[in-house]
T-cell receptor, first 114, second 112 residues
Framework: DSGVTQTPKHLITATGQRVTLRCSPR?????VYWYQQSLDQGLQFLIQ???????AKGNILERFSAQQFPDLHSELNLSSLELGDSALYFC?????????????FGPGTRLTVL | GQNIDQPTEMTATEGAIVQINCTYQ??????LFWYQQHAGEAPTFLSY????GLEEKGRFSSFLSRSKGYSYLLLKELQMKDSASYLC?????????????FGTGTRLKVLA
């Protein structure tokens, strides 16, 4: 158990809908990362937050947005969902969000868009 | 561009030794990570190399050559539970951004 929690574990929804994924980092970690992992694909970095501020952006679609709250939990919002958005979404956290920090991953949310 | 290459699949026998290679081309370099990921589960941290050489941790060792853009993960005394994907991730030295670039992973099957 990494100490990172994610809810829900599974989510099934329809195209065009909007969902929110939630992540709580390990105690003491200030930085949160979101990743998407599609079938047979590597982990694709989406976005990173550090202490409430956006720090880095990867291949995140405009339909997706995220934020980190004062209590350091983070939410990833996915809207106008398409079939291709079906994937595992992982949240990771690290102490300070530096390039050299080890990232600890949560168990993931499996999103299925029908 | 930024690129990481790993073999897609490898097969080895229980008790054997296997070496999983990773080559990378990134704009700058700030360290290389190896993660293990069982199917449908979260990646778990295995090792971090930033200097050239071999880092040993029990049955797992990781090697880095920065001049060659090359790393390998060495797994000894393979066990069935080692069947998993092994992800190589590089931290590039890019000003203003803090992120890893992950390879697509090497799926290792350990046979009895």
């Amino acid at each position: 158990d990494s100490g990172v929690t994610q809810t829900p574990k599974h989510l099934i929804t329809a195209t065009g809908q909007r969902v929110t994924l939630r992540c709580s980092p390990r105690s003491g970690d200030l930085s949160v990362y979101w990743y998407q992992q599609s079938l047979d694909q590597g982990l694709q970095f989406l976005i990173q937050y550090y202490n409430g501020e956006e720090r880095a952006k990867g291949n995140i679609l405009e339909r997706f947005s995220a934020q980190q709250f004062p209590d350091l939990h983070s939410e990833l919002n996915l809207s106008s969902l398409e079939l291709g958005d079906s994937a595992l979404y992982f949240c990771a956290s690290s102490v300070e969000g530096r390039n050299t920090d080890t990232q600890y991953f949560g168990p993931g949310t499996r999103l299925t868009v029908l | 561009g930024q690129n990481i290459d790993q073999p897609t699949e490898m097969t080895a026998t229980e008790g054997a030794i296997v070496q999983i290679n990773c080559t990378y081309q990134t704009s700058g370099f700030n360290g290389l990570f190896w993660y293990q990921q069982h199917a449908g589960e979260a990646p778990t941290f295995l090792s971090y190399n930033v200097l050239d050489g071999l880092e040993e941790k029990g049955r797992f060792s990781s090697f880095l050559s920065r001049s060659k853009g090359y790393s390998y993960l060495l797994l000894k005394e393979l066990q069935m539970k080692d069947s998993a994907s092994y992800l190589c991730a590089v931290s590039p030295l890019t000003s203003g951004t803090y992120k890893y670039i992950f390879g697509t992973g090497t799926r290792l099957k350990v046979l009895a």
